[in-house]
């Protein structure tokens, strides 16, 4: 176990005199940001960049992590584009299923509603959802069963291929939640905070499929249900819009944050290995509150 009561308390001190007093350097944030982690279980990752300015601000930011549920923005995205070119619209009606095949035989498997915090879309089942409110559940309250019936539609290697022409090289959207049988073989969703960086500008700078499909994508996100880690601690004037992941070890944001003053900057923030979510989330969410001091000074 770490020894993490000097780091914390050192973090404590510098919040109650607030790091603002002083400006905060990159190389000072980068002390801040590392001191706070250190104080956690896990490993880390963050990218920052203001879209004014074009500052950045990078740790272990082409390091590969489980994705989770941060590979729903991609598929977000795939659906805009299928949509733009005409392959169906975003009001055509689909079946609601459960009952998907495995990437790694075809072999079918079924999501169980205890693990989905969407679980009112199971009442459905056997009926129809447009194509927004299934993007719009799979955004919102990160919906697997959403999240599944999207990628049958559109297709994970369709969605991998859009993220390329995005500059984003290291993501990979491989498949759907919960198939048992690709994960046991090392078969998962993967990201980087640089890449989800490359992804959420495009969209914050409304070059994402188009500047309509952008703004409407925007909108999906800054309707987050949770918001435990880029928000938790920033004022309430600043909207966030972004898109969260958590499984077993991994607690994930990303997004967009708007300022009052209409400047705007992207944050993405990643984890592995950790042996306490709460513990994590905490830590991630003081992150976030460092890179808005750094951002707002």
Known sequence: MKNN????????SLCALPICAQKLTVETLKTHIQDRLATV????????????TGQTFFLNEKESFHAASTMKTPVMIEVFKQAKAGVFKLTDSIPLKNEFKSIVDGSLFSLNIADDSADSIYNQIG??????????????????????????????KNANATMRLFGANDIQVLRGVEDTKAFNLGLNNTVTAYD?????EKIAQHKAISRKASKEMIKILLDQNFNSVIPAKLPK??????K??????????????????????????????????????????????????????
């Open 5 to 12: 009561l000097f780091p914390l308390v050192l973090f404590i």
């Open 41 to 52: 279980e896990g490993a880390f990752a963050v990218a920052f960049k203001d879209l004014k």
């Open 127 to 156: 009926k129809k959802m447009t194509v927004y409110d299934l993007t719009y559940q799979m955004i919102i309250r990160s919906s697997n069963l959403a999240t599944n019936i999207l990628i049958d539609l559109v297709g994970a």
């Open 196 to 200: 989800l960086m490359l992804i959420y």
């Open 237 to 242: 004037t600043v909207k966030v819009a972004h």
């Open 244 to 297: 969260t992941g958590s499984i077993t070890g991994v607690q994930n944001d990303s997004g967009i944050v708007y300022l009052p003053d209409g400047r705007k900057y992207v944050v993405v923030l990643l984890s592995k290995k950790l042996t306490d979510a709460k513990l994590g989330v905490a830590a991630l969410s003081d992150v976030s509150e460092l890179l808005y001091q750094y951002a707002t000074q």
